[in-house]
């Protein structure tokens, strides 16, 4: 009998630096609904950095989700429908992130922002984990 050990993740993930590999859904419980009024109860940059970074990553854990469906299902378009909730939440957000680093002077190149989101975040205290955003340290009122 083979026996399948697959490929260790360090191996994976080799050529690239600071992976974060997400183990499971994150805010498994919260609703969009629920993130909007997390963040009008924390409406501060620190609330911005928590909310943009869980929502974000939120976004990216469902619209994963869309492929486990067949095209032109009930289920796939219940899935695409919820991705799309987080990702205009996530765009909500995130807009109001440039926006407010446009105010402090700081230039947003049209592609490529997430070099001056990357400012924000880790002023905030989280960093780029390469396609999530990753609390360096926990502390305060998280969700």
Known sequence: MHEDKGIPVEEF????KDVVV???????DMTVEDAKKWYEAHEN???????YANVYNKASWVDDEVYDYEKGTKEYEDACSIADEW??????YEG???????NEGLEIPEKGYIS???IFMDRNGYKDGSGWWIKKEKSGDAL
């Open 22 to 28: 997400m183990g499971s859904e994150p805010m498994p």
């Open 45 to 51: 940059e620190a609330g911005l950095a928590e909310i």
């Open 96 to 102: 109001l992130i440039l926006n407010l680093l446009k």
């Open 87 to 92: 990702w205009a939440l996530s765009d909500l």
């Open 13 to 16: 993930f080799s050529d690239v």
């Open 116 to 118: 001056v989101l990357r």
